[in-house]
């Protein structure tokens, strides 16, 4: 049985490509890229990768929301 992708009847997909990027999960209808960071992103030289990668989306119309992966393993959301 293939999972539920769903979040609140909005659709996520997976590394989802966004050429020449690929986002942690997307949902298109909204518009919406959520990146887990992991330790790498917290460095000067990640948040400045960071910052350049995400003004290609963000050219395309979507929102890019970051979440430090240990603030995700931390604290889990169950809907």
Do not use: N, W
């Not at 769903?6 to 909204?30: G, H, M, N, S, W």
Request: hydrophobic letters at 30%; aromatic letters at 8%; proline letters at 8%.
């Amino acid at each position: 049985m293939v999972p539920d992708r769903r979040c609140r009847r909005q659709k996520f997909r997976r590394e989802y490509p966004i050429p020449p990027y690929t986002a942690d999960f997307c949902c298109v209808a909204l518009k919406l890229i959520i990146e887990i960071d992991g330790e790498a992103h917290q460095s000067v030289a990640g948040r400045s990768r960071d910052e350049a990668r995400d003004r290609f989306p963000a050219e395309q119309g979507y929102k890019v929301l970051r979440l430090r992966g240990y603030d995700v393993l931390r604290d889990p959301v169950s809907d």
